[in-house]
């Protein structure tokens, strides 16, 4: 019987994509025999994505067997509770994402459905006073969830902001630890086999000859491999998410350390504020046809909460995915793959996901194309959910005072997102994938944020007296007021259990 056991896995490019993919096939093949060989040069910077995630990177950490302190430590991190939004209903409004419910289910029917039966009788309350997360995200407090599901404890996830660079070095030892090569050296050519167009090795410059039977692009945006040598093709998505720019930029940071990211909406875009224990990470995410870089850049300087630390790293992007992420012997991670924009936090989450699936339907040297079908499907699908949920932020706002925000309200929505706000509007119901990055906590924290309250809520919450859940909700609400009161300030969580060493050369 012939042996088609993938025997070398060539990884083309370091930087967060490159690193997690390395950790993650060099976790899963430790005690077999295989051959994992990462190329990158450090003559090309990388681009840094994701200094904020979302709560399944715990889970990904896990299966690496990492220990959350040194991760913490290692990468300047802080903790997620969720994302703050400054600004995107209309100027001076303000509502939060957080990583938890609104709580529990009431005989069988989602808690929002009694708030907005409440709501309709009068009662001003907001959604937000109902989640834990967000109520001590909003205190600056954190501490971990509680295991044990009878405690409100329990009711709320979390993520980390962290140096995307310290990520990659961390990840990088973590890797060669587990035996993976890598090669410092710049790919200039690839070669494609005659008789099937598979890839069959990369040249580096000064000529050495790469070969492999699993080759994996990290390249970046231009997608070397997948793009650049297999001419995938690609869907873009510009007229749903028209931002096609970021400018980036630490600062020194103010020591509150909030354990939440800050998303502002500004005139062609909007920017982030994501404070790790070493400095803040700050951005500009905007679209250049409503605003020029030199405008952007001083909408950015201005509102810096601190000294800059370096100059502006400026990115250019169209977003969309790639019409396969599996190509032949190709798979894509990262932004080879495609790219939505930075605005939920879901690029480091997307890569992980892709070095999951990837293990799930990992081939031989046959490359069955069943597998690499469904592979696509699965990320399609993922990817054009995401999507959804971005667009959604910005179709919702209510904003009159620039074109950018006004643009929003005039597209024609994919066919998917229509029919969710629709049914949202109507019945207050979510529509949810089996699989899917957001449930329904995290869509309605954007809709009744961004001001979308259902007509109607469901049937079954009228058989409810009245007082009765006026009552029950109260109760919720101070339970919540309870455990945030208890809860320690993130900073002095931070201090007391995981602070990071000062970095070598940092002021």
């Given at each position: 019987?012939?042996?088609?056991?993938?025997?070398?896995?060539?990884?083309?490019?370091?930087?967060?994509?490159?690193?997690?993919?390395?950790?993650?096939?060099?976790?899963?093949?430790?005690?077999?025999?295989?051959?994992?060989?990462?190329?990158?040069?450090?003559?090309?910077?990388?681009?840094?994505?994701?200094?904020?995630?979302?709560?399944?990177?715990?889970?990904?950490?896990?299966?690496?067997?990492?220990?959350?302190?040194?991760?913490?430590?290692?990468?300047?991190?802080?903790?997620?509770?969720?994302?703050?939004f400054k600004d995107w209903r209309t100027v001076g409004s303000r509502y939060f994402h957080g990583f938890g419910d609104y709580g529990p289910a009431i005989d069988g029917v989602s808690p929002h459905h009694h708030w907005r039966k409440l709501r309709e009788a009068g009662d001003p309350t907001s959604h937000e006073a109902y989640s834990l997360a967000t109520m001590m995200a909003r205190a600056g407090r954190f501490r971990p969830p509680a295991t044990d599901p009878r405690s409100i404890y329990s009711t709320y996830s979390y993520a980390f902001q962290f140096d995307a660079g310290l990520y990659a070095r961390f990840l990088r030892g973590y890797s060669e630890k587990r035996g993976v090569v890598r090669t410092e050296g710049k790919v200039v050519d690839v070669a494609l086999r005659p008789e099937d167009g598979f890839i069959r090795s990369v040249r580096l410059e000064g000529g050495r000859e790469v070969e492999g039977d699993l080759f994996i692009d990290c390249s970046g945006f231009r997608g070397l491999l997948i793009?650049?040598?297999?001419?995938?093709?690609?869907?873009?998505?510009?007229?749903?998410?028209?931002?096609?720019?970021?400018?980036?930029?630490?600062?020194?940071?103010?020591?509150?350390?909030?354990?939440?990211?800050?998303?502002?909406?500004?005139?062609?875009?909007?920017?982030?504020?994501?404070?790790?224990?070493?400095?803040?990470?700050?951005?500009?995410?905007?679209?250049?046809?409503?605003?020029?870089?030199?405008?952007?850049?001083?909408?950015?300087?201005?509102?810096?909460g601190g000294k800059a630390r370096a100059g502006l790293n400026s990115l250019r992007f169209v977003t969309g995915r790639r019409r396969k992420v599996w190509n032949r012997n190709?798979?894509?991670?990262?932004?080879?793959?495609?790219?939505?924009?930075?605005?939920?936090?879901?690029?480091?989450?997307?890569?992980?996901?892709?070095?999951?699936?990837?293990?799930?339907?990992?081939?031989?040297?046959?490359?069955?194309?069943?597998?690499?079908?469904?592979?696509?499907?699965?990320?399609?699908?993922?990817?054009?959910?995401?999507?959804?949920?971005?667009?959604?932020?910005?179709?919702?706002?209510?904003?009159?005072d620039s074109e950018f925000w006004r643009y929003f309200r005039s597209i024609d929505l994919p066919d998917t997102l229509k029919g969710q706000i629709e049914l949202f509007r109507e019945a207050g119901k979510v529509a949810l994938h089996t699989e899917t990055s957001f449930m329904e906590p995290s869509w309605l924290a954007v809709y009744l944020g961004q001001g979308v309250v259902p007509a109607s809520h469901d049937p079954r919450a009228d058989l409810i007296p009245e007082a009765e859940l006026s009552q029950g909700m109260r109760r919720r609400r101070e339970a919540v007021s309870q455990a945030v009161n208890a809860a320690p300030r993130q900073a002095e969580f931070i201090a007391r259990y995981c602070k990071a060493p000062a970095l070598e050369g940092a002021a």
């Open positions: 019987m012939t042996d088609n056991r993938i025997r070398k896995i060539v990884i083309v490019g370091g930087g967060t994509a490159g690193w997690i993919a390395a950790a993650g096939i060099s976790r899963f093949f430790e005690a077999r025999p295989i051959e994992i060989e990462l190329i990158e040069s450090d003559q090309i910077a990388t681009v840094g994505v994701g200094e904020a995630t979302i709560p399944p990177i715990r889970q990904f950490n896990a299966v690496l067997g990492i220990d959350e302190i040194e991760f913490i430590k290692a990468t300047q991190a802080t903790f997620k509770l969720g994302i703050e793009e650049g040598a297999l001419k995938t093709g690609y869907d873009d998505w510009s007229r749903w998410l028209p931002v096609n720019r970021a400018l980036a930029v630490p600062c020194d940071g103010d020591g509150a350390l909030e354990p939440y990211t800050t998303a502002t909406a500004r005139a062609a875009g909007w920017q982030w504020k994501i404070p790790l224990q070493h400095r803040t990470g700050n951005g500009y995410v905007f679209c250049d046809g409503f605003i020029s870089e030199d405008e952007a850049a001083s909408t950015l300087m201005v509102n810096l190709c798979v894509a991670i990262g932004l080879s793959s495609g790219f939505l924009e930075p605005l939920e936090s879901t690029s480091i989450h997307l890569i992980q996901n892709g070095v999951g699936r990837l293990l799930e339907y990992f081939p031989d040297r046959d490359f069955d194309p069943d597998l690499a079908e469904t592979f696509n499907r699965l990320s399609a699908d993922e990817v054009e959910y995401i999507r959804d949920f971005l667009v959604l932020h910005y179709r919702t706002n209510q904003r009159e």
